[in-house]
């Protein structure tokens, strides 16, 4: 059964979250993370390329706004739209045209862009808990993310 919730308690926790859902992943598949700062976005996204069989050093892309990763299986682009200025950045900057294409796309910081992006595969809410840990809430929004999740967890 797919969860909707998954306690993380460590960083490991959180990296082996995206390295079971690389194994999901197809081409095109847009998902989203949100969180607050230190929430895990990265690190999850540093669990998906392991997975991918990437083990070079993963940056967050917090000044580049993207990463792409051609190393893995499948050719993915991180975004970190954390210091975009509204919507209108984004599309002058001529990123738009990454998504929709057979790439991954992940994207810390989606709100930034809301209204502009395409409808994502998969939402997944990153959420510190009173402890310390993390709690990733994942919501499949379409077929293509369902069998992620269920890939995932099979």
Avoid at 25 to 31: A, D, F, N, Q, V
Avoid at 68 to 86: A, K
């Amino acid at each position: 059964m797919v969860p909707s919730f998954v306690h993380l308690e460590c960083e490991d926790d959180t990296e082996s979250l995206g390295q079971r859902l690389a194994n999901g992943l197809e081409p095109g598949i847009l998902i989203n993370l949100s969180g607050d700062l230190g929430s895990g976005k990265t690190t999850f996204v540093r669990g998906l390329l392991r997975g991918l069989g990437f083990y070079g050093r993963v940056r967050s892309p917090t000044f580049a706004i993207v990463e792409p990763y051609e190393q893995s299986r499948l050719f993915l682009y991180h975004f970190d739209f954390y210091r975009l200025n509204g919507s209108r950045e984004l599309l002058d900057s001529g990123l738009l045209e990454m998504f929709g294409t057979d790439a991954v796309c992940v994207v810390e910081w989606p709100e930034k862009a809301s209204g502009i992006l395409p409808k994502a595969d998969m939402d997944i809410f990153f959420h510190i808990d009173r402890t310390g840990g993390r709690i990733a809430s994942l919501d499949a929004n379409t077929s293509r993310g369902k069998r992620c999740l269920k890939a995932a967890f099979a």
